[in-house]
C-alpha cells in the first residue's frame, strides 16, 4: 500500500509542479536529530582525553599527566570538536545574523568561537590559560540540549502531501459503452467518469447521470450525506455512499476545491508570524551582555595598566562564562519533560512556539463537526403517528429493513437499537424505492422507512412538530401507505462539550463555532452549548477570513477542527488545535494534535501551557541571575578585595546551576500527576 500510495503522489507531483516543494520535513528533521545525536557522542569520546590533559582539572583534582606537545595534541582534539561539533551553531550563527535576529545560536558560537581562538594562541605563545575543557564540555551539552529539544517536538509539515492523497489514484473513465480505469493524472476537464457506492469521487465534476448520496463532511463540515442528482456539483476528494453515478469533469489540477485549500494553508504557513521562542530572546539579550562586559573588562584592565594578556584572559573568562551551560538545558529539559507529560495526556505538540502562547489565548474558534458534536448521527427522538404502534416498534420497523445499510442515518437507527436492546423483526421481499428509501413486507404488510421527499410524491401530509424539521434529519415509516411514526436524527453534541465550553468561558475565553452545517443545525448546538457565537454554512476560506478578523481585532485565536475544510484555519490561527478523530491533513497543519477528540484536552493544554512557561521563566530567571554574579566576578570587579572568579570556579558554579536547572524542570511533573 506505502507504495502504491508513493507511486501516486510522485504521479501527483508531476501533475502539480507546486506541491513538489513540499519536501517531506519529517525525514528531514529526523535526519538532524540523527546528526545531534552523532556529533554529541563523537565529541563526548573528545572530551575524555581534553578533560585528562586540562592543566586545571589536573590541580584540581591533584594528579598530573605530562609530555612534551601535550598542548599540541590538546589543541588538535580540541579543533576537531570545534569545527565537528560546533557546526551546527556556526550554521545557526549564520542563519540568525541573515535574519538580523540573534539567539541561542548566536551566543553558543560566540562562546565556543572566543573559547577555542584564544586557547589556540595560548598553545602557540601567548601567555594565558587555555580554555579547551570548557570548550569541549560547552559543545556537549549545547549539543545534548539541542538534541533533546528536537526529539521532543514532532516533525514539521506533510500536510499538502496529505491533501493530495485524499483524492483516489486512479478513475473509472467511460468510452461510449465500455469503462476503463485510468490514472488520475491522466484526467482531462470534460472527461465523464463514473463513481461506484463507496468510492472516493476522483475529481470537482457535475453529474449527468444517476444519483448518489455523498459524505462531504471532511472536506466542507456539513454533516448529513448530501443527496447528489444529475445536474448537482460534486467535490474531488468526497466519498460516494450509495447508488452510483457518472460526472463530467469541470475541475482538474489548479482549479480543484481541494487545491484551492492547499493554496490557503501555504498562504497561511507562510504569514503566520514567527514568535521567537522564550530562550532565543533571552540569548539575544545575553549575546549583547556578553559583548559588551567583555569588551568593557578589556578596555578596563588595559586601562588600569594591567598587562594585554592578562585583560585578555578576564575578556575570555567572561564570555565563555556568559554563554550559560543552563540556558542550554533550561528550556530543552522543560520543553522534553512537558512534551513527553502532553503525550502521555493525549496532547501532541508539533509547534513549541504555539504551545508557549496557548497561555494566551482569548478567543477559541470551534468547527462543529466532530469537535463539539461526535460527527455521528444519533437518533433525537422517535414520534409515533399511530395509537396501536410504540417508540420500540416503529425503531424495529425501521432497524429491521436499515439493517444491512451502510448509510450514516441506518447506522445511527441500528445504534440505537442496540441501545435499547430490541429484537427486530423478519422481513421478506426488500428492495429499494430509487433514491427515496427502502421497502419490504414484515408479517404480511407492506412497510416503507423513506424520506420526506417520498411523503410529498404520494402526497401523504408530513406531520408537524414544534422542533424544527431543519435541525434534525428525518425518516418516516410507512405501514400499508399509512403514516406510523418518524425518527429524527442529529448530529449528536459530545458529552464532554457542555463543561468544557463553560470551564473556558470561567477562564474568560470567548468560545465561537464556526461550521459548514447550515445554521438550524449550528443554532441548535450553540444553543444547547451556551456558546457565545455561531457562524453556520462557512467555506474554509471564509473560515480563514473569520480568523483573521479576530486576530485583527487584537484577540489571541485558538482553532479547532478536524477536517480539510479547517485546514487553512488552523494553520492561520495563532493556536491551530486538530482533533484526533478527524483526517490527517487537519492534524498536519495543526500546532497541536488531541489525540483522543475530547474538547476538554483543550484546557489541559492552557493549564499545561502555562504551568510550562513558569517552569520556563523560573529556569530562565535561575541561569541568567547565575550569569549575573558571575559575569561581574569574572570581569574582575572585586579585584581590589583580592578576589577573582577564576575559571576552575566558574566551571564548578556553572556545573551547580545546570544540576539545578534539571531539578527545576523534574518538578513539572509534580503540577501535572
Not at 281 to 287: E, G, S, V, Y
Request: hydrophobic share 45%.
Amino acid at each position: 500500500m506505502e507504495h502504491h500510495a508513493d507511486h501516486h503522489n510522485q504521479h501527483q507531483n508531476q501533475h502539480h509542479g507546486h506541491h513538489a516543494m513540499n519536501h517531506d520535513h519529517t525525514s528531514h528533521h529526523e535526519h538532524m536529530i540523527a546528526d545531534f545525536k552523532k556529533r554529541f557522542w563523537f565529541c563526548l569520546l573528545l572530551t575524555i582525553p581534553v578533560f585528562v590533559l586540562s592543566p586545571m582539572l589536573q590541580s584540581m583534582l591533584g594528579f598530573s599527566v605530562d609530555f612534551s606537545g601535550k598542548s599540541y595534541v590538546l589543541f588538535g582534539l580540541a579543533t576537531i570538536a570545534f569545527v565537528y561539533g560546533g557546526w551546527p551553531f556556526h550554521k545557526g550563527l549564520r542563519d540568525e545574523l541573515k535574519k538580523r535576529s540573534p539567539g541561542m545560536m548566536t551566543l553558543i558560537a560566540l562562546a565556543i568561537s572566543v573559547a577555542y581562538l584564544y586557547s589556540s594562541a595560548v598553545v602557540f605563545g601567548l601567555s594565558g590559560k587555555m580554555f579547551f575543557w570548557e570548550l569541549v564540555s560547552l559543545i556537549d551539552i549545547m549539543l545534548v540540549g539541542h538534541w533533546i529539544e528536537m526529539k521532543s517536538v514532532l516533525g514539521a509539515s506533510r500536510a499538502l502531501n496529505m491533501l493530495v492523497s485524499m483524492m483516489p489514484s486512479e478513475a473509472h473513465k467511460v468510452h461510449g459503452q465500455h469503462v476503463m480505469d485510468v490514472p488520475i493524472s491522466e484526467i482531462q476537464n470534460g472527461d465523464f467518469l463514473l463513481v461506484k457506492p463507496g468510492e472516493k469521487v476522483p475529481a470537482d465534476g457535475r453529474i449527468t447521470e444517476g444519483s448518489g448520496s455523498v459524505n462531504e463532511s471532511m472536506l466542507t463540515g456539513e454533516s448529513r450525506p448530501v443527496e447528489k442528482q444529475p445536474g448537482d456539483e460534486v467535490i474531488g476528494g468526497s466519498i460516494n455512499g450509495t447508488g452510483s453515478f457518472t460526472l463530467e469533469v469541470i475541475g482538474i489540477g489548479p482549479e480543484s476545491y481541494l487545491n484551492k485549500v492547499i493554496t490557503l494553508v501555504q498562504e497561511a504557513q507562510r504569514t503566520k508570524s514567527r514568535t521567537q521562542h522564550l530562550a532565543d530572546k533571552a540569548a539575544k539579550w545575553l549575546t549583547y551582555i556578553a559583548l559588551s562586559v567583555g569588551i568593557i573588562t578589556l578596555v578596563v584592565w588595559l586601562g588600569v595598566g594591567a598587562e594585554g594578556s592578562y585583560a585578555l584572559e578576564r575578556m575570555v573568562t567572561v564570555m565563555v562564562i556568559s554563554c550559560p551551560h543552563a540556558l542550554g538545558l533550561a528550556i530543552p529539559l522543560v520543553v522534553a519533560i512537558s512534551s513527553a507529560i502532553s503525550a502521555r495526556k493525549g496532547l501532541l505538540i508539533r509547534n513549541r512556539t504555539a504551545f508557549e502562547n496557548a497561555r494566551k489565548i482569548t478567543t477559541i474558534v470551534f468547527d462543529k463537526t466532530g469537535t463539539l458534536t461526535t460527527g455521528d448521527f444519533g437518533v433525537t427522538h422517535v414520534d409515533v403517528c399511530k395509537s396501536n404502534y410504540s417508540e420500540n416498534d416503529v425503531l424495529g420497523l425501521a432497524g429491521a429493513l436499515e439493517q444491512a445499510s451502510e448509510h450514516p442515518i441506518a447506522q445511527g437507527i441500528l445504534k440505537e437499537i442496540e441501545h435499547r436492546r430490541l429484537s427486530l423483526p423478519e422481513i421478506q421481499d426488500f428492495s429499494s424505492i430509487t433514491g427515496k428509501g427502502v421497502q419490504a413486507l414484515v408479517d404480511g404488510k407492506m412497510v416503507k422507512v423513506v424520506s420526506p421527499g417520498y411523503l410529498n410524491e404520494q402526497e401523504i401530509p408530513i406531520p408537524e412538530t414544534d422542533r424544527s424539521a431543519k435541525a434534525e434529519t428525518r425518516v418516516y415509516v410507512l405501514v400499508n401507505d399509512e403514516l406510523a411514526g418518524f425518527i429524527s436524527l442529529a448530529d449528536e453534541v459530545r458529552p464532554e462539550s457542555y463543561d468544557s465550553v463553560k470551564a473556558l468561558q470561567k477562564l474568560g475565553i470567548e468560545v465561537i463555532m464556526a461550521t459548514g452545517d447550515n445554521a438550524y443545525v449550528a443554532d441548535e448546538v450553540g444553543r444547547q452549548l451556551g456558546l457565545d457565537a455561531v457562524y453556520a454554512g462557512v467555506l474554509p476560506h471564509e473560515k480563514v477570513a473569520l480568523v483573521r478578523e479576530l486576530q485583527q481585532n487584537g484577540k489571541f485565536v485558538a482553532m479547532t477542527g478536524d477536517g480539510v475544510n479547517d485546514a487553512p484555519a488552523l494553520a492561520q490561527a495563532d493556536v491551530g488545535i486538530a482533533i484526533g478523530s478527524g483526517t490527517d491533513v487537519a492534524a498536519e497543519t495543526a500546532d497541536i494534535i488531541l489525540v483522543n477528540s475530547n474538547p476538554a484536552d483543550i484546557l489541559n493544554l492552557i493549564r499545561f501551557g502555562k504551568a510550562t512557561y513558569r517552569k520556563m521563566i523560573q529556569n530562565l530567571i535561575w541561569a541568567t541571575a547565575y550569569n549575573a554574579v558571575s559575569i561581574p566576578l569574572a570581569a574582575g570587579v572585586l579585584y581590589s578585595s583580592g578576589f577573582v572568579l577564576g575559571p576552575a570556579v566558574g566551571a564548578v558554579l556553572m556545573s551547580l546551576s545546570t544540576v539545578v536547572v534539571a531539578i527545576n524542570a523534574q518538578l513539572l511533573r509534580r503540577s501535572f500527576t
